[in-house]
């Protein structure tokens, strides 16, 4: 049995909570939250605090907070035995003190409330400062994931900024297009399937192999003609910028 | 029972034929493609044709090839009776010569060989020069789609360009991330349930709302730390631009 104490309250910890909750071999003991009313969520199923000094023992303490508080919030803790873990894609493990072992257990994926994530799908990238950590870390992560991949910071980092074209602006282009569909009155909720297709594609194909489109094939009459459609500077720019990106990266002369 | 000849050979055509085929109330009479060798996936299961002289009598034809090729190619044939329609998301339906009746059939999917598509699930949006051509191609998109949407060409044309933002420039996403995951030697495959995640979400959240990310939430440390870590200047200019566009969408002061 691993005991686990997870201290934070959003996202990331209410997904990782039903995980955990979800595994025999796992019992979260506790979670600590700053702000008592954030803990609700927790209270009928598992101790809660919002006192640093009644963090009870654990095998593993987990902090699912916002990158900013981590370094803060690892300092204020006084433990000296189990490993101190956090979450992020970004922070690098020696961030944490080391006066205990420490770690770093990111699950790749983005969290949001009232989604119903399958945490076996997940990846779950693992770092820990010592072979038992790393032990321990693979066993937890084990159960909740088919794909457990230790990851030096530098290398966990990189993925992170690659998750942001992948998500973030990924998402950013969801929206622009959906912007320009409220401006022409077209239901956006049509493009839908073509997005999932598109998604769902690469499991078969590359991104530089599943490339299509005007820029693709370098077909400026088209280009031309879409540039015209849209009257947003920022759509024009964006638009300008990627099919210009997608032409030299297929080598065509511009 | 609906007779169709489908002229073009390439993506369109195919995944079109499988979704006829498998309809009782379908018939695909005969197909035409200008290169015999193309016509050779097809000469199992129907009639083909390389002369444009041959072409049968049918209900509908089907023009399923590249945009620049429909207003050469439809000005070639000598049909007198049926519809003609054309496939394609950019091209109006007055290209079309007026002598018969006219339409477009235009299914909103990115259409690669060898992956398996549900046509239930793809919108299919419908244009007819008179009455008796839209009831023709309701029934026929009714036959293959749950979703068929009259749309005239000036919408979706809109429709196209915005599909362009979602697939084409969202596919490049995930080619630069690749790219940059190549870079850093870090495996581009981790990335395949967020990205998938991110699609799936806009089922039941706006693009809008589902924006997370360093952009969103104005965290200037964090976008000049992914910046420094980008050696591309492709790379560079991307996220400067794309972040920008976030933290604009999001009202936030650059």
């Given at each position: 049995m691993i005991r686990i104490v997870i201290l934070g309250t959003g996202n990331v910890a209410k997904h990782l909570y039903k995980a955990f909750k979800a595994?025999?071999?796992?019992?979260?003991?506790q979670v600590y939250g700053r702000n008592p009313k954030a803990l609700r969520y927790f209270e009928p199923y598992t101790k809660t605090t919002s006192?640093?000094?009644?963090i009870m023992v654990a095998d593993v303490y987990m902090l699912a907070v916002s990158d900013d508080a981590i370094g803060t919030l690892s300092k204020q803790l006084n433990l000296t035995q189990g490993i101190l873990v956090h979450t992020s894609g970004?922070?690098?493990?020696?961030?944490?003190?080391?006066r205990m072992g420490r770690g770093v257990f990111y699950p790749l994926q983005t969290f949001s409330e009232n989604r119903v994530l399958d945490f076996k799908e997940i990846p779950i990238c693992i770092e820990a400062s010592d072979d038992d950590g790393l032990r321990l870390l693979t066993q937890l992560a084990s159960a909740l994931s088919e794909t457990v991949v230790p990851l030096n910071s530098k290398k966990r980092r990189a993925l992170h900024l690659a998750a942001v074209f992948a998500n973030n602006f990924t998402n950013h282009m969801y929206h622009l297009s959906h912007e320009f569909c409220d401006q022409k009155d077209v239901?956006?909720?049509?493009l839908l399937p073509l997005i999932k297709e598109t998604a769902d594609k690469l499991e078969g194909l590359s991104p530089y192999d599943a490339q299509t489109g005007p820029a693709r094939r370098n077909d400026k009459g088209t280009l031309k003609k879409h540039l015209s459609q849209l009257k947003s500077e920022n759509h024009k720019k964006i638009y300008s910028l990627l099919s210009k990106s997608i032409q030299t990266t297929y080598g065509k002369k511009l």
């Open positions: 595994q025999d071999s796992l019992e979260v003991v006192e640093l000094s009644n970004s922070v690098a493990m020696n961030l944490l003190p080391n239901p956006f909720k049509l």
